[in-house]
Nanobody
Framework: QVQLVESGGGLVRTGESLRLSCAVS????????MGWFRQAPGKERAFVAA????????YYADSVKGRFTVSRDNIKNTMYLEMNSLKPEDTAVYYC???????????????WGQGTQVTVSS
């Protein structure tokens, strides 16, 4: 059983930073592509960023380009999302995902974390 566990969410003010982590529980599990999504109240789950080990990317939603950075540490089996210059509109539950079944920016991945809340106050 593969589990993804997010951490690092919290309450910050506009302009501040947070770093989210997504730890993969099973060391023997490897996936070429992993992604971050977010879901605000009353909205659909939206693509944030993705990383592909075999090349290309990383990929970002236009709304976070230049502010967010996605990275992976294959030794620690962990993916990160560094979020800078946070805005109130970044407030959402953030999910990590692994093993996309369709295009990486669509929420059709095999494995999902439980989500971590990020709240940005104005």
């Amino acid at each position: 059983q593969v589990q993804l566990v997010e951490s690092g969410g919290g309450l910050v003010r506009t302009g501040e930073s947070l770093r989210l982590s997504c730890a993969v529980s099973r060391r023997t599990f490897s996936t070429d592509a992993m992604g971050w999504f977010r879901q605000a109240p009353g909205k659909e789950r939206a693509f944030v960023a993705a990383t592909i080990l075999s090349g290309g990317g990383p990929y970002y939603a236009d709304s976070v380009k230049g502010r967010f950075t996605v990275s992976r540490d294959n030794i620690k089996n962990t993916m990160y999302l560094e979020m800078n210059s946070l805005k109130p509109e970044d407030t959402a539950v953030y999910y990590c995902a692994a093993d996309p079944r369709e295009e990486i920016s669509t929420p059709h991945y095999t494995y999902w974390g439980q989500g971590t809340q990020v709240t940005v106050s104005s």
